[in-house]
């Protein structure tokens, strides 16, 4: 498979006091009549993370941005919980008529930079609103857990939800200091969640320092992970599995290298791989964490690598 990027998809600068800067880990939510959805974090003046979303129509390689959430979707908690810094988009799953929306939920430390937690808020209906199910996370810090966590991935199959995250094994006073890699829980319902500490994919290399933001596809002969992983900057990486548990990692396709100049010339990162259409789409941020806003690249399969054949959620 070939990635072709088609340029930046939206640049939320200035949109509102709440929406000053930065579309960061964008998810794609197909709305079913032309448009799909991406929640995204953003920043205000005193740089806490809110949850808005904007509404693309997308055609092929052509979109144009139709709509942009008024209110946030998802805001920071009051003084002292665990999301009173901000709240930044982790992932959306349906489950019938309901929405679940992860998210994580920042605190500014004091002898780290930050600590952070997997918060919930769900939609019973279409037509209604996002609400927090709890003040607390529904996935905190734990013996199996017990530096940081950072942004979700679910999958629900069947009765089974099944979560990738980002969890640190090491911190310190400096960002440069942590070692962060991707974990694996699972749960009944969506809400109470079983961990054991595994480790679905780890580090490799002296140089690498942190893995992120894992998208997870099921294919019918496996699952497919796409992520971002540093050392001195973001980058896109992606890995393969036969059960979601034991990943391999393999060649990123071609066409997601940094651009010579512009919004994605210095990072890649937070992808989100999804279909609209019959067509294949990556949503990623660029330089700054995506401060500038995200954008799209289009997947074209050669000629002995047919269209991908996934699973849909049930």
């Known amino acids: 498979m070939r990635w072709r990027k088609l340029g930046l998809a939206f640049d939320p600068s200035g949109y509102a006091p709440w929406m000053i800067s930065h579309a960061a880990n964008p998810v794609a939510d197909d709305l079913g009549d032309g448009r799909v959805r991406f929640y995204f974090g953003t920043r205000d003046a005193k740089n806490r993370s809110h949850i808005g979303f904007v509404d693309l129509e997308l055609?092929?390689?052509?979109?144009?941005v139709v709509g942009v959430s008024p209110e946030p979707v998802v805001a920071p908690g009051e003084t002292g919980l665990f999301d009173d810094s901000g709240t930044s988009m982790g992932c959306l799953v349906r489950n019938g008529d309901c929405r679940f929306l992860y998210y994580v939920g920042w605190n500014l430390g004091v002898t780290v930079p930050w600590r952070n937690s997997i918060g919930l808020?769900?939609?019973?209906?279409?037509?209604?609103?996002?609400?927090?199910?709890?003040?607390?996370?529904?996935?905190?810090r734990s013996d199996d857990d017990p530096f940081s966590?950072?942004?979700?991935?679910?999958?629900?199959?069947?009765?089974?939800?099944?979560m990738w995250y980002g969890s640190n094994t090491?911190?310190?006073?400096?960002?440069?200091d942590l070692r962060h890699v991707i974990k694996y829980a699972e749960?009944?319902?969506?809400?109470?969640?079983?961990?054991?500490?595994?480790?679905?994919?780890?580090?490799?290399?002296?140089?690498?320092?942190?893995l992120s933001r894992p998208c997870v596809r099921h294919r019918m002969d496996g699952y497919q992970m796409w992520f971002c992983h540093r050392?001195?900057?973001?980058?896109?990486g992606y890995a393969e599995?036969?059960?979601?548990?034991?990943?391999?990692r393999r060649p990123v396709q071609d066409g997601m290298e940094l651009s010579q100049n512009g919004w994605d010339s210095e990072m890649i990162?937070?992808?989100?791989?999804?279909?609209?259409?019959g067509q294949t789409y990556m949503a990623y941020n660029g330089n700054g964490y995506g401060r500038g806003g995200f954008g799209l690249a289009i997947a074209e399969p050669s000629e002995d690598e047919p269209g991908l054949s996934v699973e849909t959620q049930a």
């Open 59 to 64: 055609a092929d390689d052509r979109f144009r």
């Open 121 to 140: 808020a769900i939609a019973l209906k279409p037509t209604e609103a996002f609400a927090k199910v709890s003040r607390a996370p529904v996935l905190d």
């Open 149 to 162: 966590l950072s942004y979700p991935w679910v999958l629900r199959e069947g009765s089974r939800w099944r």
């Open 170 to 176: 090491a911190w310190g006073p400096h960002q440069d």
């Open 187 to 210: 749960s009944a319902d969506g809400t109470h969640w079983e961990r054991e500490g595994r480790i679905a994919l780890g580090l490799e290399g002296d140089d690498e320092t942190a």
């Open 231 to 236: 050392g001195s900057t973001y980058r896109l």
């Open 241 to 248: 599995s036969p059960d979601g548990l034991r990943w391999v």
């Open 269 to 277: 990162a937070y992808p989100c791989v999804f279909d609209h259409a």
